[in-house]
């Protein structure tokens, strides 16, 4: 392991996905003490996307931004918010150039598959649609996100395919979980990972298929055809249990004929960029933002 991670293991929590209220309060008291960057001379407004029910969005709006991502949080589907992603999102933004949408999607378990989809397919058809309104080129947005968030924004990518919807520049997919199978060797080997493992996994897996059978749409490596999707970016982590369901939803995409970026980051584990002093967590940062800055360009 990278040794500047390493030193963090014995302060890293395991969340425990069994108690949703707790996590989230949890993890919403670490999020308030992370540092977010300057945001001086940036437009952030909070805004309500018409739907069934309504979606909060919290947008980002950089000078002279043209270019958008649907910006999505991770947190297995349980935890996360506007809040918590507040610094993330000032980071893509202000990296990026691009105006980031960030999405308060459903949470898992009282709301299963598929709200966190619909909420996120709503605010993607609301952003094409209001493109004029919001200052954006509606042939310009992106979909991306981290861990959950990444496997939201692939299979909004497969949807919107699917449904003629609403044309996706690129998908930005980073550390993205996207098969509930855990059939992978990574998923099999990394039963004790930081942050999360394998049974954490299968935890927030039940918690957000509910009664209901996986999909190509809830998991999006069970889709056999990936021809047609938006170019991608994907990121994996070494030690970290979706690792190889990245790297072959990665290469599946290659084979059917998608353009692929595919970075795998040696000595890291499942969102440990959020360790910010860590060298190899400022490159991960300055990557995904500049990313998004060449695929949303003229």
């Not at 992370?34 to 001379?41: L, R």
């Not at 990665?250 to 998608?258: D, E, F, K, M, W």
């Not at 190899?280 to 800055?293: N, Y």
């Amino acid at each position: 392991m990278d040794p500047e991670l390493e030193a963090f293991l014995p302060f890293i929590p395991k969340p425990d996905y069994s108690d949703p209220v707790a996590i989230r309060t949890d993890f919403a008291e670490r999020a308030a003490a992370f540092p977010t960057p300057d945001a001086t001379g940036m437009e952030i407004e909070n805004r309500t996307v018409p739907a069934d029910p309504d979606v909060a969005v919290r947008i980002y709006r950089p000078h002279q931004a043209q270019g958008a991502v649907i910006w999505l949080h991770g947190g297995g589907f349980v935890f996360g918010d506007l809040d918590t992603e507040h610094p993330w999102a000032t980071r893509i933004a202000l990296g990026s150039g691009a105006v980031v949408i960030s999405v308060d999607y459903r949470r898992s378990p009282e709301h299963p598959f598929p709200a966190a989809l619909d909420d996120t397919y709503a605010v993607l058809a609301w952003a094409a649609e209001h493109a004029a309104d919001l200052g954006i080129d509606p042939e310009r947005i992106a979909v991306g996100g981290h861990s959950a968030g990444a496997c939201l924004a692939a299979a909004t990518a497969l949807r919107a395919r699917d449904q003629q919807g609403p044309p996706i520049r690129f998908q930005l997919l980073n550390q993205p979980g996207l098969d509930d199978r855990q059939e992978t060797w990574s998923q099999r080997t990394f039963t004790d990972t930081p942050w999360v493992d394998r049974g954490t996994l299968t935890t927030v897996w039940r918690h957000y298929l509910g009664a209901r059978a996986a999909t190509p749409y809830a998991a999006p490596a069970r889709a056999t055809d990936l021809s047609r999707l938006p170019p991608a970016y994907v990121t994996t982590a070494e030690f970290d249990p979706v690792r190889d369901e990245g790297i072959e939803y990665g290469l599946r995409l290659l084979q059917a004929g998608v353009p692929v970026e595919l970075h795998h980051y040696p000595g890291t584990f499942h969102g440990s960029q959020t360790i910010l002093s860590a060298e190899v967590s400022q490159r991960q940062i300055a990557e995904l933002a500049a990313v998004l800055r060449r695929a949303l360009a003229p």
